[in-house]
């Protein structure tokens, strides 16, 4: 799985780079705010509201460089979030967790004035703060992520859109040590999962 994610995120990084030097771009640069929930789990992919009590809470805040060849739908992007996790844990401890983030993604756009907009890619992270829950966390993080929304015009240089994200992390966040009942070692892995909206003026 590790191998397919690096090298899905290279392949997204290729495109990016060799993007600019083709003719007849489009620059964009976003500066977006986003909200919802996030969780740790141990086994699957949770299905995960945007605002529910259950979940912690979830912040991102960052810029985004968006490139786009003239006439085409397809845009690839790239930027850098900084992401909070607020998770409360099964003894009631409440955890904080600061990632610096690094996305890689392409997005398809359809539409004039009012947008379509889907698309998804890989990111690169690292945990520049926490809560000293564990010695066994792990600072850097893969991930992938998609997103669907709309977008809106405002004027010819400008558009506001409104996304709905969701982010699974590929690398187990924290790495708890365990004994099973014969005496075998082995790691009890937590994953993060993150599900919000978030607003861009691009």
Known sequence: MMKQILIFILTIGA???FSLHLNAQKSEVCIHVGYGNATF???????????YKDFGQFYSIGLRYYRTPKGDMLSFNTG???DRRIEVFYNSFTA????????????LTIGKKFQFIAGGGGSAS???????????????????YFNLGIA???AEKYHISLIYKRTLDMIASIKYPRHSPG???????????????SLCLR
């Open 183 to 197: 005496g075998a070692p082995y790691s009890e892995e937590t994953f993060g999962q993150d599900s919000y909206i």
């Open 41 to 51: 789990d141990y086994n699957a992919t949770k299905f995960i509201f945007t605002d």
């Open 126 to 144: 690292y945990l520049i703060s926490h809560s000293d829950i564990s010695k066994y966390l792990n600072r850097f993080q893969l991930g992938v």
């Open 96 to 107: 904080k967790f600061g990632y610096l983030r690094i996305p890689l993604g392409l997005d």
């Open 152 to 154: 809106y015009q405002i």
């Open 15 to 17: 495109s990016i780079l």
């Open 80 to 82: 850098l979030d900084y």
